[in-house]
């Protein structure tokens, strides 16, 4: 089965830029989707398709996916950012990666 | 403006039954395919089922096939998950999701969650 590898935690200071990973074997060939999910709170979409903004969503959010790995930038970190992260692919039926914790310091 | 609420949840004793409703709002409801997403106390999030727009076809997680139903009135707008032998391990904040009709391969809308709880 297919199955995406995050990083439980990534941590960046406020100001700074955060690279967030989702990785599996040919990812490169997949769209893959992310979602933020604060506590107490729906998940929210925040990129589609590898690197496609929804409305709403800052220009500080930007996306790409190639060979081995799909990686989800957030410049100029922000305290509001500070959430859980989750990438999605569709395989034979939907997946998720396990979630990355961004703390901003 | 697009909304989903879920109701339905509670506290059931492992091998009861419960229901789960996602009311939905905001759009045409059968143009979308729906899925429920579940995530257990400290875990991440896990797909549980998905409906087409007529309610056609189905699918479900290995986890919860033969014992979760999925299901739709369209005429009420609402989304169901009939959940049935439940276990200790289906206890989870239970999520309704839209699929983007644009892509067809994500969740553009979420739902608040509904808690289940499954103790004895």
């Known amino acids: 089965s297919y199955e995406l590898t995050q990083p439980l935690s990534v941590s960046v200071a406020l100001g700074q830029t955060a690279k967030i990973t989702c990785g599996e074997n040919?990812?490169?060939?997949?769209?893959v989707h992310w979602y933020q999910h604060k506590p107490g709170q729906a998940p929210v979409l925040v990129m589609y398709?590898?690197?496609n903004r929804p409305s709403g969503i800052p220009e500080r959010f930007s996306g790409s996916n190639s060979g081995n790995t799909a990686t989800l930038t957030i410049d100029r970190a922000q305290a509001g950012d500070e959430a859980d992260y989750y990438c999605q692919v569709w395989d034979t039926n939907v997946v998720f990666g396990g979630g990355t914790r961004l703390t901003v310091l | 403006e697009v909304q989903l609420l879920e109701s339905g949840g509670g506290l059931v004793q492992p091998g009861g039954s419960l229901r789960l409703s996602c009311a939905a709002s905001g759009f045409t409801f059968t143009k979308n395919a729906m899925s429920w997403v579940r995530q257990a106390p400290g875990k991440g999030l896990e797909w549980v089922s998905i409906?087409?727009?007529?309610?056609?076809?189905?699918s479900s997680a290995d986890s919860v096939k033969g014992r979760f139903t999925i299901s739709r009135d369209n005429s009420k707008n609402t989304l169901y998950l009939q959940m049935d032998s439940l276990r200790v391990e289906d206890t989870a904040v239970y999520y309704c999701?839209?699929?983007?009709?644009?892509?067809?391969?994500?969740?553009?809308?979420w739902g608040q969650g509904t808690r289940v709880t499954v103790s004895s």
């Open positions: 409906i087409s727009g007529r309610g056609g076809s189905t």
């Open positions: 398709r590898n690197s």
């Open positions: 999701a839209r699929i983007d009709q644009s892509t067809s391969d994500n969740f553009d809308y």
């Open positions: 040919i990812i490169g060939t997949k769209n």
